[in-house]
């Protein structure tokens, strides 16, 4: 790891179009991933991200301050690094520079009223995405879920395993490291399996996904280009040919109300009075 931003992560971390995720500990000791466009660098050694909507990573840097986030561009480069959470501000020069960006100053209903600072702790060189393997990949991890497949707790709805199986769709997956450090990578090539279990085969980067132990808790992050998307959180373990995440938890990431959706019971109250 680099320990200072250099010129090509600074600029994929200055795009607006960019893919970006931040990595935080949840209350329960393991992995949140939140979608986070707006992390980008500020100097060598710090970061930003702009605060428009209120969801739990906030809360959870505020009680353990380290983090990690990861950055993916249009043209499949990425990078990704860990940093540490110090204060935030209400107006200065960076919060007025994320308000003039066109996608904020021309929208009437949502803006920039936060702006969080994180110290780098350590960056990574580029990478790139490695779309052949995406799609050897992709074939295994099909293979793979027809053989673990799990329907007994409905855990994904059908939008959400839809999601989780779009060919091609950015995905990530997010662990803690043996250093206790998080650390995030695609995984494109992942498949659901069934409605309860998510089939990852370990190609491409099966390297990281051999370093993560089993029993481990890890996030599980989909998107589409829409923007919708759907962060799961289980336990990975190894299983023939591949790897698998048991859900225990589905996150709804997408405002207007972000919350846990599975298990049915931690679902956002209901709102029947609106006196």
């Given at each position: 790891m680099n320990t200072t931003i250099h010129a090509a992560g600074m600029e994929l971390l200055g795009l607006t179009n960019k893919i970006a995720?931040?990595?935080?500990?949840?209350?329960?000791?393991?992995?949140?991933?939140?979608?986070?466009?707006?992390?980008q660098g500020l100097g060598e050694k710090n970061l930003t991200f702009g605060q428009f909507c209120t969801g739990l990573s906030k809360e959870h840097?505020?009680?353990?301050?380290?983090?990690?986030?990861?950055?993916?561009?249009?043209?499949?480069?990425?990078?990704?690094?860990?940093?540490?959470?110090?204060?935030?501000?209400?107006?200065?020069?960076?919060?007025?520079?994320?308000?003039?960006?066109?996608?904020?100053?021309?929208?009437?209903?949502?803006?920039?009223?936060?702006?969080?600072?994180l110290d780098l702790l350590g960056i990574s060189d580029m990478y790139k995405l490695d779309a052949l393997g995406?799609?050897?990949?992709?074939i295994r991890s099909r293979k793979i879920a027809k053989a673990v497949a799990k329907e007994e707790n409905r855990a994904l709805s059908p939008f959400s395993k839809t999601l989780c199986g779009q060919l091609g769709g950015p995905k990530f997956i997010c662990y803690e490291t043996a250093g206790g450090t998080l650390s995030?990578?695609?995984?494109?090539?992942?498949?659901?399996?069934?409605?309860?279990?998510?089939?990852?085969?370990?190609?491409?980067?099966?390297?990281e996904l051999a370093l993560i132990p089993d029993g481990a808790k890890v996030a599980f992050y989909a998107l589409n280009l829409k923007m919708q998307n759907v962060l799961v959180k289980g336990i990975f373990t190894r299983v023939k040919k591949?790897?698998?995440?048991?859900?225990?938890?589905?996150?709804n990431t997408m405002p207007p109300i972000s919350g846990y959706i599975y298990p049915r019971e931690e679902r956002p109250a209901e709102v029947t009075d609106f006196s």
């Amino acid at each position: 790891m680099n320990t200072t931003i250099h010129a090509a992560g600074m600029e994929l971390l200055g795009l607006t179009n960019k893919i970006a995720l931040l990595g935080t500990i949840d209350e329960a000791g393991g992995p949140h991933l939140t979608f986070l466009n707006t992390i980008q660098g500020l100097g060598e050694k710090n970061l930003t991200f702009g605060q428009f909507c209120t969801g739990l990573s906030k809360e959870h840097l505020l009680q353990r301050p380290d983090c990690a986030f990861l950055a993916l561009g249009a043209d499949r480069t990425w990078l990704r690094g860990s940093a540490r959470y110090t204060h935030q501000a209400l107006a200065g020069p960076e919060f007025d520079e994320y308000n003039d960006k066109p996608i904020f100053r021309y929208n009437s209903y949502v803006g920039i009223n936060t702006v969080w600072y994180l110290d780098l702790l350590g960056i990574s060189d580029m990478y790139k995405l490695d779309a052949l393997g995406v799609v050897f990949g992709g074939i295994r991890s099909r293979k793979i879920a027809k053989a673990v497949a799990k329907e007994e707790n409905r855990a994904l709805s059908p939008f959400s395993k839809t999601l989780c199986g779009q060919l091609g769709g950015p995905k990530f997956i997010c662990y803690e490291t043996a250093g206790g450090t998080l650390s995030i990578f695609p995984v494109v090539q992942a498949k659901p399996a069934g409605t309860d279990r998510i089939a990852i085969a370990g190609m491409p980067y099966g390297e990281e996904l051999a370093l993560i132990p089993d029993g481990a808790k890890v996030a599980f992050y989909a998107l589409n280009l829409k923007m919708q998307n759907v962060l799961v959180k289980g336990i990975f373990t190894r299983v023939k040919k591949g790897y698998q995440i048991d859900i225990t938890r589905v996150y709804n990431t997408m405002p207007p109300i972000s919350g846990y959706i599975y298990p049915r019971e931690e679902r956002p109250a209901e709102v029947t009075d609106f006196s």
